[in-house]
């Protein structure tokens, strides 16, 4: 049995974990600052600091929770790309001089491959299968191959996903993060009211565009006298728009797996908006695979995700030189 601590500082959460080889979490810490919303977003800077002032702290608690000493370990991971080079380079410091000092291997988390992986701790998944990966930073489609071995189907063309519900949120006047408070607000609205544009629907390949809907929203909410009801139904509207945009995109990317005769059984949504019960429920009701999705505590940034991907690495004997410099741009074809 192979056992990693694990740490997660790509943006705004400041995780770690301690997760083994037999699909164990023996430790889980996550603390997500709360220094941004009134800023309405990340500010990088900001995020740095705070994960230089909590890290070691929760590193700390993971240890005595799991009841382990850093002796016991077998690796340590990190989160080390994409992501604000800042923070990157906090945690993958931190991770570095931990196997410097108790002589462990050290073991380059790409984030992105982390969000695909995690649904491996939870199900008996098996390469190759189709991820969606809808997150604040990214949107994409991948054939996840096997371990280090992706295809990029497409990906979205300016804003990812989690980035969109925040820039309209903000237009309501919402606060940070927007993605939840629109889903709830979408429940009280009528989602037909509004007919915001379909950005790529009906055209060929996977790739997303969410521009359109964003600047729709914004001349809507211009003239629009925002009531509450009125903020419910663009709520609900939008929702529509991007539910209908992924099915489109999801139709497709099927087609492009069958069209390089890769049989795709299992399909998996993953990343923060993947938490969106409304496009959970829509996207299950209209695709003909078996849809999975990790529970909503690893949707969202963890480092659950970033120490089950150590495992799978180090099964593998992907581990990695001290030497290793972080990547604020790393995608997985890099590989």
Same mark, same amino acid.
């Given at each position: 049995?192979?056992?990693?601590?694990? +740490?997660?500082?790509? =943006? %705004?959460?400041?995780?770690?974990?301690?997760?083994?080889?037999? *699909?164990?979490? #023996?430790?889980?810490?996550?603390?997500?600052?709360?220094?941004?919303?009134? =800023?309405?977003?990340?500010?990088?800077?900001?995020?740095?600091?705070?994960?230089?002032?909590?890290?070691?702290? #929760?590193?700390?608690?993971?240890?005595? *929770?799991?009841?382990?000493?850093? =002796?016991?370990? %077998? /690796?340590? /991971?990190?989160?080390?790309?994409?992501?604000?080079?800042?923070?990157?380079?906090?945690?993958?410091?931190? /991770?570095?001089?931990?196997?410097?000092?108790?002589?462990?291997?050290?073991?380059?988390?790409?984030? #992105?491959?982390?969000?695909?992986?995690?649904?491996?701790?939870?199900?008996?998944?098996?390469?190759?299968?189709?991820?969606?990966? !809808?997150?604040?930073?990214?949107?994409?489609?991948?054939?996840?191959?096997?371990?280090?071995?992706?295809? *990029?189907?497409?990906?979205? #063309?300016?804003?990812?996903?989690?980035?969109a519900f925040d820039k309209v949120a903000k237009m309501l006047g919402l606060s940070y993060p927007g993605g939840p408070l629109i889903e709830k607000l979408a429940e009280k609205g009528d989602g037909a009211r509004f007919k915001f544009p379909r950005a790529m629907r009906k055209r060929s390949g996977c790739d997303?565009?969410?521009?359109?809907?964003?600047? /729709? +929203?914004?001349?809507?909410?211009?003239?629009?006298?925002?009531?509450?009801?009125?903020? =419910?139904?663009?709520?609900?509207?939008?929702?529509?728009?991007?539910?209908?945009?992924?099915?489109?995109? +999801?139709?497709?990317?099927?087609?492009?797996?069958?069209?390089?005769?890769?049989?795709?059984?299992?399909?998996?949504?993953?990343?923060?908006?993947? @938490?969106?019960?409304?496009?959970?429920?829509?996207?299950?009701?209209?695709?003909?695979? $078996? !849809?999975?999705?990790?529970?909503?505590?690893?949707?969202?940034? $963890?480092?659950?995700?970033?120490?089950?991907?150590?495992?799978?690495?180090?099964?593998?004997?992907?581990?990695?030189?001290?030497?290793?410099?972080?990547?604020?741009?790393?995608?997985? @074809?890099?590989?």
């Amino acid at each position: 049995m192979k056992t990693i601590l694990a +740490v997660e500082t790509s =943006c %705004d959460e400041t995780a770690v974990a301690i997760v083994n080889s037999d *699909k164990q979490v #023996l430790a889980h810490e996550i603390l997500s600052q709360r220094e941004h919303k009134k =800023c309405g977003g990340v500010i990088p800077e900001v995020a740095s600091r705070a994960h230089m002032e909590h890290l070691s702290g #929760l590193i700390k608690s993971a240890i005595e *929770k799991s009841n382990l000493n850093f =002796c016991d370990l %077998d /690796a340590i /991971a990190a989160t080390s790309g994409p992501g604000l080079i800042g923070g990157l380079i906090v945690g993958t410091m931190m /991770a570095k001089a931990i196997a410097h000092v108790v002589q462990k291997p050290f073991i380059a988390v790409n984030h #992105l491959e982390a969000h695909a992986l995690v649904i491996r701790l939870l199900y008996e998944v098996k390469f190759p299968f189709l991820v969606l990966l !809808i997150s604040g930073g990214h949107c994409q489609f991948l054939i996840a191959q096997d371990v280090g071995r992706y295809i *990029k189907l497409g990906e979205t #063309l300016d804003d990812s996903l989690g980035e969109a519900f925040d820039k309209v949120a903000k237009m309501l006047g919402l606060s940070y993060p927007g993605g939840p408070l629109i889903e709830k607000l979408a429940e009280k609205g009528d989602g037909a009211r509004f007919k915001f544009p379909r950005a790529m629907r009906k055209r060929s390949g996977c790739d997303l565009s969410f521009s359109g809907v964003k600047t /729709a +929203v914004k001349n809507l909410v211009q003239e629009l006298e925002m009531s509450e009801q009125n903020v =419910c139904d663009v709520c609900a509207s939008f929702q529509e728009c991007i539910s209908d945009i992924l099915l489109d995109r +999801v139709h497709n990317a099927i087609i492009m797996a069958e069209a390089l005769n890769i049989r795709i059984r299992d399909f998996v949504i993953t990343g923060g908006v993947a @938490a969106n019960n409304f496009l959970r429920e829509r996207l299950k009701r209209h695709v003909d695979l $078996n !849809i999975l999705f990790p529970p909503n505590n690893l949707c969202t940034d $963890n480092a659950v995700m970033i120490g089950w991907t150590g495992i799978e690495m180090l099964r593998k004997s992907y581990v990695d030189s001290l030497n290793f410099a972080p990547r604020p741009k790393w995608e997985l @074809a890099e590989y």
